[in-house]
């Protein structure tokens, strides 16, 4: 009866048999892989001459001030540092407490700063800012480290990043007549910019999407006849379009003394454009629930409410993650089109900078460098997609 | 309804369901036709009849997950209406056990049956937890508490769905072919639970079920239902042994060979 149970056969081969296996199996796969890498070693080689003899970084180093944050005035970038330094304590904490996703966030955040601080060690900026922000990548290990030790109590970490938003906020902006002076958005620029309307068009645009999914899907007529609509109008025009009205229409329908600032316009426009693609994301979602699901919810005295709430959400916003996280990673890239609408964030102030008279002619390092950029943002994410993917199980059960 | 056998109910103190007159349309479909059925506290009742003859929409309208739109049901005292307070206070007293089982998948065995002690009634953590074991070791399967559905066998899913059920401490238990879907091998390992169930709580059931060895064993009466009518109830002697009508025959002699 019992048949001896035998190791799977190994499949491990060495280097040389892997490239006849894969590289060279026959007469046209070597020649195309003759061709291609071929090809791949001169791109490779002009590249490289050009990157390391002729391209003058330099005009990217001179004005990495400008392109990280605009005309923020510098002798207050420390403020930006602080609101940076909170936000690492509090990620690092997080990702001690909780783990998974808030891992990936907080790995992130250091990593990244730990870049620019890199960055700027080859630009005038100063060895303070460096030194700011290798602080800043230190600290989310150490409260990571305090957090996992369980020396960060839970409950208070939730109420601390609920204050931390008021709080950063009033780091980076400031206001008129206290110890922090106003600074005007309107000098806000660069990466700073870009990232503040990608982190806030992402944060706003997903729980207003996943309340249009669920209008979309309502027993009551007026809710769904609302969201289905809002959602197919914003569908059916262009962003850029959307962010022309949000500048100038709406300060008409504000009453006056309303004077919502241009940046808010524009993060208005970015969150109502995304907000409508995500209620399409999440009704897929929505859809892969099984009736049967509801209604085993419904017997046992779950509300509708409750039922969205334990049920229905939970599942179908995970299968959604991958839609959802591509289509962030759009709307990061969309950022640059507030050039428009006259925000300098991270591609319009390279563009400011290509206006200067000593930079005549570097167009190509700084939209490298601007690539390279959006690059590393958008990489980092879908990393941070797949990572959160695999920690909740998507697809396997 | 020429055949209608089912005696007008009478209400007594002891009728726990009761059904006049239920009717129901899906659009132009007429499924059930004018149902009338009274179930005693304790009661087990086995409902069984030809595939589509409304065997399933029936005991849905008992805990509302079907709106019948003619006739009235009270369960235990409480009348079915529109009103949003009386579904959830008839449900509170109703759990269901279906035939594809419908486990929440993103939760452990343990969380499927706490969650509605925990979210409805509002019991600690802990305490849903102490139920929710001594549930899942009524029903076998203590060790599985911390295993996802899709990591269970059909039987086992089955078993966890019935503990999820009861952990609402439901005065009645609804089964629609709560083995049609399991392996053969399996389905005995529910049937055990079930007939456990009836024989030691004295729990009021209504089965759907084509298990005619259950049904002897533990119904008190069977209930036959051929398009969107009740034709015959008797007990299970009586069903077996001298059913008096003649679609009764017909179909028991085609699932008995
Ligand atoms: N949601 C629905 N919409 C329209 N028709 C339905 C719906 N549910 C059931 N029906 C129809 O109502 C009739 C009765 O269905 P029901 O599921 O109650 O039968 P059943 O006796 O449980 O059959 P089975 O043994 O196959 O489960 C069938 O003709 C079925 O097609
Ligand atoms: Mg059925």
């Keep these: ?397 | 309804m020429t055949e209608q056998t089912s005696p007008s109910p009478k209400t007594t103190t002891d009728d726990i369901i009761i059904a006049r007159d239920v009717h129901k349309w899906f659009g132009e479909l007429h499924v059930l036709k004018g149902i009338n059925l009274t179930v005693k506290t304790g009661e087990v009742v086995v409902v069984f009849g030809a595939s589509g003859s409304g065997k399933s929409t029936f005991i849905r309208t008992i805990n509302r997950l079907e709106h019948h739109q003619r006739g009235e049901i009270i369960v235990d005292g409480i009348a079915m209406t529109n009103d949003i307070r009386n579904i959830a206070a008839i449900r509170s007293e109703i759990g269901m056990v279906f035939q594809s089982f419908n486990l929440f998948p993103h939760l452990t065995a343990l969380e499927n049956i706490t969650l509605a002690p925990r979210k409805v009634k509002k019991l600690a953590r802990s305490e849903a937890d102490a139920i929710g074991m001594k549930l899942l070791e009524r029903v076998g399967i203590p060790e599985q508490a911390h295993k996802h559905p899709a990591q269970l066998s059909g039987g086992q899913q089955q078993r966890v769905a019935i503990a999820r059920a009861l952990a609402m401490n439901p005065k009645i238990m609804l089964f629609d072919e709560p083995t049609s879907a399991l392996d053969p091998e399996m389905i005995s390992e529910v049937l055990d639970v079930m007939q456990s169930l009836a024989r030691d709580t004295g729990m009021t059931m209504i089965c759907v079920t084509h298990e005619m060895g259950f049904a002897r064993a533990v119904a008190n009466r069977m209930v036959f239902f051929d398009h969107g009518e009740i034709v015959e109830i008797g007990t299970p002697k009586e069903i077996f042994e001298e059913p008096k009508q003649e679609r009764t025959k017909q179909f028991l002699s085609q699932i008995l060979h």
């Design chain 1, 1 to 397: 009866m019992t048949a001896e149970s035998i190791r799977p056969p190994r499949t491990v081969i060495g280097p040389i048999a892997w490239l006849r296996e894969n590289l060279f199996s026959g007469p046209i796969s070597s020649i195309i892989t003759i061709v291609l890498g071929a090809l791949l070693v001169w791109v490779a080689i002009q590249v490289g001459q050009w990157a390391l003899t002729e391209a003058r970084w330099n005009v990217v180093s001179n004005n990495l001030r400008l392109f990280l944050i605009g005309q923020y005035p510098a002798d207050q970038a420390w403020r930006l540092w602080a609101a940076m330094a909170v936000l690492s304590v509090l990620a690092g904490a997080s990702a001690g407490v909780h783990g998974l996703a808030s891992r990936m966030l907080a790995v992130t955040l250091s990593a990244i700063q730990l870049l620019l601080a890199v960055l700027m060690l080859f630009s005038p900026i100063g060895i303070t800012a460096v030194a700011a922000y290798a602080f800043n990548a230190a600290i989310v290990w150490v409260a990571m480290v305090a957090g996992f030790r369980g020396l960060v109590p839970r409950r208070p970490l939730g109420w601390a990043w609920i204050v931390s938003l008021p709080l950063t906020f009033y780091l980076v902006s400031g206001f008129a007549g206290t110890p922090l002076e106003s600074i005007s958005s309107n000098v806000w620029g660069g990466l700073l910019l870009t990232v503040l309307l990608a982190v806030v068009g992402i944060v706003l645009s997903f729980p207003l999407g996943v309340i249009l999914a669920l209008g979309r899907r309502s027993e009551l007529p007026v809710l769904r006849i609302l969201s289905t609509g809002y959602i197919e109008l914003i569908r059916g025009v262009p962003l850029v379009t959307i962010l022309f009205m949000a500048d100038i229409i709406l300060p008409l329908f504000l009453p006056g003394e309303w004077r919502l600032d241009r940046i808010a316009r524009a993060m208005g426009g970015i969150t109502l454009f995304s907000a409508a693609y995500v209620a399409e994301n999440v009704r897929g979602g929505l859809q892969a629930i099984p009736s049967g699901q509801i209604e085993a919810a419904h017997a046992l005295g779950l509300g509708g409410v409750q039922t969205n709430r334990y049920i229905v959400l939970p599942q179908a916003l995970r299968a959604v993650i991958p839609a959802n996280v591509g289509l962030f990673i759009s709307l990061l890239k969309d950022t640059t089109l507030v050039t428009i609408i006259g925000l300098l964030e991270l591609l319009g102030i390279s563009r400011a900078v290509l206006a200067q008279s000593d930079s005549f002619g570097a167009s190509l390092e700084v939209y490298v460098f601007i690539a390279a950029v959006f690059f590393v943002l958008s990489y980092a994410m879908s990393q941070a997609s797949y990572r959160l993917e695999r920690a909740l199980g998507v697809g396997t059960r």
